[in-house]
């Protein structure tokens, strides 16, 4: 449902060398996993012997009898729609292997062999094994049929399609999963033994994460436990889950009982990465004729209520954690300070004008001058912050903004804009009592036209304060606060802006600052456009009228990180908001998130330069290029049918 594939990952408890008692533990396993709603499940490498069978491996005994403990579970589980993945030796060709069998409802599907053999320090694998790759023949027998083996199986179902390796090839320069991947698999399974040692856990870790990233794939590992010989190693039954280079989960290290590790893989997501990095399959130019994969088709069961267990962000621009939003913030100011040093480098410009207003943008973009004329070492008397009363301008903002540039040492200037409005007003006809779009956006125009002339006139560089989330919906006036010689803040959605300015509050000014810039996080997002009420207070709050910017960002995230349909967009906003916002509050939102980004894509067309910041940029020269004149209509066709 929704691109999901549920997969696990299960770490029985064996006996050595006992397959029987080792094959009833995995089939109460699987049928446990089938009722998680499990759909693809992996148990460790060589699972149905144990790993640490060693010579034992060479006993007619011991591979006879795994044959047959391996048979029994494919016949007992014949009502079991989940596809399995077991680790045993396979006897073929005079040689024995280290191989997956995968089997689903009573039938064998397909063998993959391990290609790269551990062989050094502790391992002996070559003592007993043969690597994949020296297989003769594609198909190997097993209770007197015959199935595909090969490196290089892929097992696909409809969208999905299940690549595998063994152990030792994720640690190879180029594992067999990776050329899996460029062929198709959107799932890799690498089924393990390997021992624990000081620090080997968290380099694993690492390897999965990586190699998941690499890939753009799902990645679901799991390896040996409690159970396995400790002659010489201990095995910790670890199990790990990764998409895209993100850990959705890991299990217990060192449980002395069974271990069931589940997750959520979006394929759809996965195969959007894909589709947008054109480079992906571009290594398989490399690959030797005639090592196309051999496809063995399978059925993913149906999703029976299904029930998403991976958490899902509602603030995907912001981390959750303390010390990684911090790690993040500091990032974030190294980007745009680089972005408009270089541009003030280059321009031989010392100087910078900005419209300061009390607001949450206009802020960080003082704060980002700042730092960058701090880091040039260029006096701040040298930026000039410029606020412009006008109509709706509030005693909270204009004492904020006023009060944080003297704080900050810069110049500051107070030119209202009320008169020239006035006068343009007269000039075009207008009543100036009519609270139309006109008396609006007159006064963002005109307060753009003092910032250009002020730059010409100081031979500075206009800085824009605008951000992600106003690009997105179009809350800007079209050649007003649209507009800017520099945007510092196009790369920065205005949930993340939030952060940034508290950030600096709580690390990088005096107290006396930090109250100021305290106050205006928590002021109320507004234009000021509109006159304000009783005792100054902001009537026009911009939230009310395009909805909450938590909604959008999340929204725009899913939209253009991933190009999610509507559809699913409303899914995880669900889970993100329960409690929150009521079904109908989302879906009302994101109708108005998709009316606004289509209809006012013209403005974004036409944006000055801004540093990209993270993963989701509208830029029209970089991330986003989308005709002005597109139609909405199959977008808000899939929102009304929403439920």
Known sequence: MYGYVKVGAAVPLLQVGDCDYNVRQMEQMLRKAEVRGIQILAFPELAVTGYTCMDLFAQECLLRNAEEALLELVRRTEDVETLCIAGMPLLTENRLFNTAVVFQKGKIAGIVPKTYLSNYREFQEKRWFSSGTALRNGTAGIGGRDYPIST?????????????????????????????????????????????????????????????ANCIAGYVYVSSGFGESTTDLVFAGKSFIAENGVLLGESERFPMREKLLEGEIDVDYLRHDRLVNTCFTQGLNTLRQGSA???????????KNFTLLRPVDPMPFVPAADHMRDERCEEVFHIQINGLARRLVHTHTEKVILGVSGGLDSTLALLVAVMTFDTLGISRKHIIAVTMPGYGTSGRTFRNASQLAFALGVTFREISIREACRQ?????????????VAYENTQARERTQILMDLANRENGLVVGTGDLSEMALGWTTYNGDHMSMYAVNAGIPKTL??????????????????????????????????????????????????????????????????????????????????????RETVRKWLRVFFSRFFAQQFKRSCLPDGPKVGSVSLSPRGDWRMPSDASVALWLKTVDALD
């Open 152 to 212: 290089q199986l892929l097992f696909t179902a409809g969208k999905v399609s299940v690549g595998i390796e063994i152990c030792e090839d994720l640690w190879a320069p180029v594992p067999p999963g990776a050329l899996l991947a460029m062929q198709g698999a959107d799932i890799l399974f690498n089924l393990s033994a390997s021992n624990e040692l000081i620090g080997k856990n968290d380099y694993l870790k690492s390897l999965v994460r990586q190699q998941s």
């Open 293 to 303: 994969p051999v496809t063995v088709s399978f059925e993913l069961p149906e999703e």
């Open 424 to 436: 343009h007003f007269r000039d075009i006809g207008h009543d100036g009592e009519t609270q139309d």
């Open 497 to 582: 802006v939030k952060y940034l300015v508290k950030w600096v509050a709580q690390h990088r000014v005096d107290k006396a600052s930090g109250s100021i810039l305290a106050d205006i996080a928590d002021t109320p997002i507004s234009p000021e456009l509109l006159p304000t009420g009783e005792n100054s207070i902001i009537r026009q709050k911009t939230e009310e009228l395009v909805g909450p910017y938590e909604l959008h960002d999340f929204f725009l995230y899913h939209f253009i990180r991933f190009g999610a349909p509507p559809e699913k967009i409303y899914f995880l906003a669900q889970h993100a908001f329960k409690g929150v916002y009521e």
